[in-house]
Each structure stands twice: as C-alpha cells, then as structure tokens.
C-alpha cells in the first residue's frame, strides 16, 4: 500500500518503518526536507519530501505530529487528502501533578476537528494508546496474544484500509465504532498513561471476557 507520513519524530519512524519492513510503500514527509530525508534513509522508506508530497503520496495519510499542531496541519492539507484514509495516532495530553489530562477543545477528540478540518478526508483514529516504543517491534506480541490495536472510524474503506495495516505489521485489528468513539481512545491514552507513571499495570485491571463475564 502507497503510505504518506506527515511528520519525521518517534512515532513517524516507528510506524513508517513498521510498514516499510511489511513491504508497504513509505513516504516520509516533513517540514524540514533533511530531517524527512534522515528519517525516511534510517527506516528503509521509498521516499521522502516536504509534508504536501506525503499527503499526496499516501493511499493512507499517518498524522504523527502534535496534537496541537494536527488541525492546522490537516486544514493546510485538505485538497489532498480528499478520499484518503487520515490516520490520526495523536494523543493530546496536558501534564498535571496528578498525571495527564486531556485538551480536545469542544468537538470531544483531536480525530473529530481533524474530520472537520479536512471534510473530504476518511479519518480513523488508532495507534494512539501505545508508546512509541511498541511499534518499533516487529510483531508485537505479549503473552503469546498479538497486540490489539482498537480504532475508530465512520468509514467502512478507511476501515478497512486500517485493519490491513493492522495486520500487515502482525497485530490484531479491533474496530470500536465510529469517529464520535474517538474520544474514548483518546481518553483511553490519558487514563493508562497515567496509570504507567504511578507505577500502576492496567493490563491487569481487563480480565479476558471469559473471567470477567462468568456468571
Ligand atoms: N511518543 C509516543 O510514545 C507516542 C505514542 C502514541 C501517540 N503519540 C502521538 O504521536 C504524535 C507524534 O509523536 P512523536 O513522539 O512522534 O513526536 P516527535 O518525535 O516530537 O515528532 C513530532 C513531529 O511533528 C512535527 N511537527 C511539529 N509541529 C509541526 C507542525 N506545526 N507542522 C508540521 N509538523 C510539525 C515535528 O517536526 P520538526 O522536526 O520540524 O519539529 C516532528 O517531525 C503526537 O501527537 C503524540 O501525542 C506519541
């Protein structure tokens, strides 16, 4: 699959080279052509370019820059992401002593003003609730369970293009609803992130449905 990245940090390289090492065909873009070029060069990507040039690229367009800077980004883009899968793994996350809150202004979720920045755009929340870390593994298994990846989307193509990029890099798709769930998953990110830093385990706060559901 054709995939432009629109960003050139952690989660571009993790993901993009994810994807390039399935075969997929990677185009990093960035607003810096020599940080787009080092990234694109280290993760084995087709290509590299300034972030228009990912976006037309892409078949599936990832957003991996800050949530702050995600709408802007998304608005500045728009032409060319009509009928595009936007992947937005962004987590917009304030910091407090109490842990991390989230800031999503009054449309509920980062995913949801991408939507409405790029109207013509498919865009799918997912890769969020992991750290970058995780992505960088080829395979990504624990417990001898492949890793999950939950997303959101109100577009039956788009899902499915996420459930193969799922896959292709040996995890489990998990679809959870449409765009207006996206703020769960992005909550989801504060409340286990928060729950990591306290020295907490949220794996252990799910059993499997099996035990959790026994009469
Ligand atoms: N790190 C994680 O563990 C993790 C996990 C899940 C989700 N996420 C989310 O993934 C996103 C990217 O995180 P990251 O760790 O990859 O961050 P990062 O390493 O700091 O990279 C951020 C990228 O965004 C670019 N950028 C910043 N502002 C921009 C703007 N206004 N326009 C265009 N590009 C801009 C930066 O470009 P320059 O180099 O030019 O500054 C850089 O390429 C964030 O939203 C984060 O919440 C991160």
């Not at 292709?168 to 449409?178: D, K, L, N, V, Y």
Request: proline share 7%.
């Amino acid at each position: 699959m054709r995939i432009g990245i629109l960003g050139t940090g952690g989660m571009a390289a993790a993901l993009g080279g994810a994807w390039a090492a399935a075969g997929h065909d990677v185009v990093i873009g960035g607003r810096s052509r020599e940080r787009a070029e080092r990234t694109a060069e280290r993760i084995g990507a087709v290509g590299h370019g300034g972030l228009e040039e990912a976006a037309r690229h892409g078949e599936a367009v990832l957003v991996a820059v800050p949530a702050a800077a995600a709408p802007h980004l998304v608005g500045g883009l728009a032409g060319s992401l009509i009928g595009r899968t936007v992947i937005d793994c962004t987590n917009p996350l304030v910091p407090t002593a109490e842990g991390p809150v989230l800031d999503t202004g009054d449309t509920g979720s980062v995913a949801r003003r991408l939507a409405a920045a790029g109207p013509g755009a498919y865009v799918v929340k997912a890769f969020n609730l992991c750290h970058v870390s995780i992505w960088t593994l080829r395979s990504p298994t624990f417990e001898n369970v492949p890793l999950a990846v939950p997303f959101c989307t109100d577009h039956p193509t788009a899902a499915a293009t996420t459930a193969t990029l799922i896959s292709s890099i040996g995890c489990t798709p998990a679809p959870c609803g449409g765009l207006a769930r996206a703020a769960y998953l992005e909550a989801t990110a504060a409340l286990v992130i928060g729950l990591w830093w306290a020295g907490g385990q949220p794996r252990a706060a799910f059993p499997s449905p099996g035990e959790a559901l026994r009469p």
